[in-house]
């Protein structure tokens, strides 16, 4: 198991679905985990607790990671209370599905707000403290969609499109830094954001897996850990697909 011991780490979106299990694998892996979420205060600290009655350390931190001014609040008391990340997971994301004639100007912008602005925020205040130190893990949550793309999600797919590019592009600035910056592209994974989908979209779609059924949260958790560990110290700038198959 690739271990991140001692290491400080903040997911953003961390208190459910994938966010929740990248923040349980993090700590149970030896790392400080940070769990930034933006309402829901119950499960982060479910989150939190589950982390500590495990023999790990974690600590909750709300703030709404599209708006830059709390996300230069958030980092500011990273710095104050914990010194400087050494791993970022940039989780938080939301949809908000339709075909393009009914889509509203408003349902594009809060989900490249959400999924992309965010991103490039806090890559943007992380980056700062792990040149500093010359070493530091970004791994950002993308999607198969931002790959292939998926009717009835040009705005979620754009947000995802945009995440590779600007993991690439981070990645190049940031290596001759010693710090790596790749990205984890889920395929079909049970969360909320999944719950409310038609039994036949979920079976249709589950039908396109090659092995067999849905990820589950800790599948993609596992895939984040090791991009944060040293055993990927020689990858920067990749898109791991953690899908069942069904890119392929
Ligand atoms: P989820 O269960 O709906 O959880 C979303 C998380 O994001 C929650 O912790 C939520 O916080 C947080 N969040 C939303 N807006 C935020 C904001 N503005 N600031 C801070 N936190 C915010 O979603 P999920 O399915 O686990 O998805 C996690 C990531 O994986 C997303 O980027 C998603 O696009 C991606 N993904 C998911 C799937 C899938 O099939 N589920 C597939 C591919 C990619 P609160 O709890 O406070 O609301």
Not at 125 to 153: D, F, L, P
Not at 162 to 183: D, F, M, W, Y
């Amino acid at each position: 198991m690739s271990r991140v011991e001692g290491k400080v780490a903040m997911v953003t979106g961390g208190s459910r679905g994938i966010g929740r299990a990248i923040c349980l694998e993090l700590a149970r892996r030896g790392a400080l985990v940070l769990v930034n979420y933006l309402q829901n205060e119950a499960a982060a600290a479910e989150v939190v607790a589950a982390i500590g009655a495990a023999g790990g350390e974690a600590a909750a931190l709300q703030a709404d990671v599209s708006e830059a001014e709390q996300v230069a609040a958030l980092f500011k008391r990273v710095t104050r209370e914990h010194g400087a990340l050494d791993i970022l997971v940039n989780n938080a994301g939301i949809t908000r599905d339709n075909v393009i004639m009914l889509m509203k100007p408003a349902d594009f912008d809060i989900v490249q707000a959400t999924n992309l602005r965010s991103c490039w925020l806090c890559c943007k205040a992380a980056a700062r403290m792990m040149m500093r130190k010359r070493s530091g893990s970004i791994i950002n949550i993308t999607s198969v969609v931002g790959i292939a793309g998926n009717g009835g999600q040009t705005n979620y797919a754009a947000s995802k499109a945009g995440i590779i590019g600007l993991t690439k592009s981070l990645a190049k600035e940031l290596a001759p830094r010693g710090v790596r910056v790749n990205a984890v592209a889920p395929g079909f994974v049970e969360t909320d954001m999944t719950a409310d989908l038609a039994t036949e979209i979920k079976a249709a779609a589950t039908a396109a897996i090659p092995l067999g059924r849905m990820g589950a949260p800790e599948d993609i958790a596992k895939s984040v850990a090791f991009l944060a560990s040293a055993d990927a110290a020689y990858m920067t700038g990749q898109t791991l697909v953690v899908d069942g198959g069904m890119l392929m």
